[in-house]
Nanobody
């Protein structure tokens, strides 16, 4: 059974940092992009970050650019989201996702991702 399991969420004060982790079970995803999305209260799910199959390319949403980085470790079947200088508007459920098709490029639409984790809550207190 293919599963993505996120961890690392929690409560943090504004200005603080968190690192989210996502571990894939059941198959390797080393040929597809891996991404992070989030859903804030009252909003639709939105793109946060994506990394290419080998970690050579990353695209970050404008809302987190300069404050967050995405990385992956294919040997461990893991992807990470390091978030710094957190703001109250970063409060959301964060989801890890694995791409639907192999590519040397990246994609950002949720429809391009085939597998999703259950989400981890990040709450930033002001």
């Amino acid at each position: 059974q293919v599963r993505l399991v996120e961890s690392g969420g929690g409560l943090v004060q504004a200005g603080g940092s968190l690192e989210l982790s996502c571990t894939a079970f059941g198959r390797a995803f080393n040929s597809v992009p891996m991404g992070w999305f989030r859903q804030r209260p009252g909003y639709e799910r939105e793109f946060v970050a994506v990394t290419s199959w080998n970690g050579g390319r990353q695209v970050m949403a404008d809302s987190v650019k300069g404050r967050s980085t995405i990385s992956r470790d294919n040997a461990k079947n893991m992807v990470f989201l390091q978030m710094n200088s957190l703001k109250s508007e970063d409060t959301a459920v964060y989801y890890c996702a694995a791409g639907r098709r192999p590519t040397y490029d990246v994609y950002q639409s949720p429809d391009d991702f085939a597998y999703w984790g259950q989400g981890t809550q990040v709450t930033v207190s002001s």
